[in-house]
């Protein structure tokens, strides 16, 4: 399919930000541009199901796909970028969540309508582990970003469980003065606090915060050392820690990513990014320069976390980049993007701008600075 990129000028003010994206379609459509059709994917992959996440290793050396019907993860490798499946494992029911533990030998993988997390052996291709404690779904899993031996789950129960790979529950995380479902949680990069999205019966959502939870070492149940509003109009989706630690982004299906300031837990008076559609997956590059989104509208559109937090204006938009609806987007240690479109030939795509010859391209001028803080 033809890719269509629109490249935000810098100069752009907040009102014309609102009039692109929401209240003139003619003045979008006018900004976007056709691209060489050699860019800019490096590799689509194929699948023949659905695709319901992606995870990269953190050695950058593999990415596993989990399929949301047929159960099966595929990891393949991208030494190369090569679409060689390195193992193919298969659970009873279709794939919720992949993480990677941080020294990429162990990936944890959670099932649609499942109360249990499971660890894989990477190289052996071999189920390792079971871990059970949850007395409702589970659609989360995520390793700690400094200890390969600790991971969290979270789901319908409400409960954020912290896990051993050895099999113990460490704690659990909960607010017991509510009863409320997980959105989305994430680790700081310190791996000392854990800040969680929440949703309660009557659709309220809010924001729990663990300052520290470095120290559990027993299943005693951990309240939140602060709870608050997260301000958005709709489900909040998506919570990603920023790598230098210093912020926390929020994305929601009103169509918004909103920014907080980590240390006092307050959310940046002008770091409210609006969107075209419902926003299903957030991420940074590693270096952490770049915020990118994942929309329901098919498009991902990227910032510099200095012009996030500044104005709002998006660095850069890639338009129509999958036939289907947003799943999952994520960020390797090269930088590579990986982006899941659901179904069809293109539900899994890779890019790296750092491998396009720019000297071919007539617009190389226009993403230089792309490129740099890519970089």
């Known amino acids: 399919p033809n890719v269509w990129v629109e490249h935000v000028l810098p100069f752009l003010d907040r009102q014309s930000q609102n009039q692109l994206y929401s209240t003139s379609k003619e003045l979008y459509e006018s900004r976007l541009l056709q691209t060489n059709p050699r860019w800019p994917y490096r590799t689509d992959l194929e699948v023949t199901s659905f695709v319901s996440t992606l995870a990269f290793s953190p050695d950058g050396n593999c990415l ?8 099966t993860i595929q990891v393949l ?8 499946i390195l193992q193919t494992v298969r659970q009873n029911l279709g794939v919720n969540c992949l993480s990677f533990a941080l020294d990429s030998k162990t ?8 109360r249990s997390i499971r660890l894989w052996n990477i190289q052996e291709g071999q189920e390792e582990r079971v871990l059970e404690g949850h007395s409702d779904t589970v659609w989360l899993v995520v390793f700690s970003p400094v200890d390969s031996t600790v991971l969290a789950s979270a ?18 995380l909960q607010d017991e003065s509510i009863h409320c479902q997980v959105n989305s ?44 509003m997260h301000n958005h109009e709709g489900r909040c989706t998506s919570i990603r820690f920023s790598p230098d630690g210093c912020h926390f982004v929020t994305g929601s299906w009103d169509s918004t990513i909103r920014i907080w300031n980590a240390t006092t837990s307050n959310q940046l008076c002008e770091g409210i990014l609006r969107m075209r559609d419902e926003v299903h997956s957030i991420a940074f590059t590693p ?32 338009s129509h980049f999958h036939t289907t609806s947003w799943c999952s987007i994520r960020f390797g240690r090269d930088c590579t993007l990986a982006t899941s479109g659901g179904t069809k030939a293109d539900a899994v795509r890779l890019w790296n701008p750092l491998e396009h010859d720019w000297s071919m391209d007539e617009n190389e001028g226009d993403f230089q600075a792309l490129i740099e803080l890519w970089g």
């Open 64 to 71: 596993a796909i989990g399929d949301a019907n047929s159960g």
């Open 77 to 84: 490798d991208c030494i190369n970028g090569s679409r060689t």
């Open 107 to 114: 990936l944890a993988s959670v099932r649609w309508d499942g």
């Open 155 to 172: 789901g319908r129960d409400g409960s954020i469980r912290l896990w051993k790979t050895g099999g113990s529950c460490i704690g659990v």
């Open 185 to 228: 949680f994430d680790f700081s990069p310190d791996g000392k606090r854990l800040i969680a999205v929440v949703e309660t019966l009557d659709h309220v959502g809010r924001l729990l915060i663990w300052d520290d939870i470095s120290k559990t070492t027993t299943s005693e149940t951990l309240i939140p050392n602060k709870k608050m």
């Open 287 to 318: 270096n952490g320069k770049i915020l990118a989104a994942g929309c329901c509208d098919r498009s991902v559109v990227f910032w510099t976390m200095e012009t996030a937090i500044k104005t709002g204006v998006p660095l850069w938009v890639l």
